[in-house]
């Protein structure tokens, strides 16, 4: 059971960042029904796809990481789009740890250090990459730490909110927004590359892998669901992008102040998580040497922070929409593949090809939606 917790670890660790602080807004835009409809709905896709996904690290050897898993089964041309979608995923979410962990480490620290937060941002940005030379063992060190901390964070918050929530804040649907909510939750219900962590921390236990994976996204749903209710219970059409800066008129500064430290804490975690994943991909799948794919890892995200993108929600909307639909749309191209494959002859397949034509349905209407 110990480590069937710890092979959780990953998933939770992947899923919690930035999204989390952005579901609030999107469902205060969109109206609160919305945004729990379309929490559900990425879950559900979320759990097929990511079932999917542990069915290809099961059926095959190595230690590839994502686009590995994909170009074994797909050939170079589903390698070509699984990289696509993966670095474009992985540079999205970068991007926006760095604004929403700079917004954070401003409203922290600015009382005693006044800087402008584009300096927070490069600060929090400078911070997070030397830490991700601790690798994979420090961060997976000290995951389970972070997520207590901010399982604790959210708790307080809400004991602290609860006499200020509002029920007519909860509106099933503003009548315009509909759209926004659903790139935002499926970036947030996304962690495709802790599978062959996942994998790998079982050991001789892979077969718990699909198990791991239903309970720990059920769990980070359930969690999204509580914060933004707290969140958008307090204020209302007020949410703000950064949500936690919207919470001071009505909680006072102190709690704000703190919930941003978790808050930090929580997103340079994520951005640790997310640069390891993409340096390992660049050293395992890409066999690039090792400064290389340091400089491949952070130069862009930093090349496209120095461009002026800002919009935190606009980031991960297109993120989410269309390079995690990506990544979704190659997993069930491999999949099929693999139904065609000898190589299954000790693993079955989860779900009939109606699934996997549902769920590419979905990922490629997101993906329209997200370029229009």
Known sequence: ????????????????????????????????????????????ISIVTLLMFADLALA?????????LIHELTGPVGGFFAAIGLFGSIYGSLVAYTLIGGSFAYAVFSPLLPLQLSVYRVIFFIVSTILIAGGSVAVRRFQKYIIGLYVFGICLLAIFA????????????TGYSWFLPFGVTLFSMTAFTAVPEMRDILGLRKILLPRAVIVGTILVAILYA????????????????ETLHGLGSSLGIGIVILASAIGLCTVMTAFISQGIVLHNTLLFDFHLRYFTSIILSLGIPIIILALGVSNITRVIDLTGGLFVSL????IVAAYERLRLSP??????????????????????????????
């Open 162 to 173: 609860a006499p200020h929530i509002a029920f007519e804040h909860f509106i099933i649907t």
């Open 343 to 372: 190589q299954t002859t000790k693993h079955a397949l989860y779900f009939p090809r109606w699934v996997s034509f549902l769920v590419a349905s979905i990922f490629a209407a997101n993906i329209v939606v997200a370029v229009l």
């Open 327 to 330: 990544m979704g749309l190659c």
């Open 226 to 241: 509580f914060f933004a209710f707290v969140v958008v219970g307090v204020t209302g059409l007020s949410t703000t992008p």
């Open 60 to 68: 095959l050897k190595g230690h590839h990481r994502f686009v590995g």
């Open 1 to 44: 059971m110990r480590l069937f917790w710890a092979s959780i670890r990953p998933l939770v660790g992947q899923m919690v960042g930035a999204g989390l602080f952005a579901l609030p807004f999107v469902f205060s835009q969109a109206g609160f029904g919305v945004g729990l409809t379309a929490l559900a709905v990425s879950a559900i």
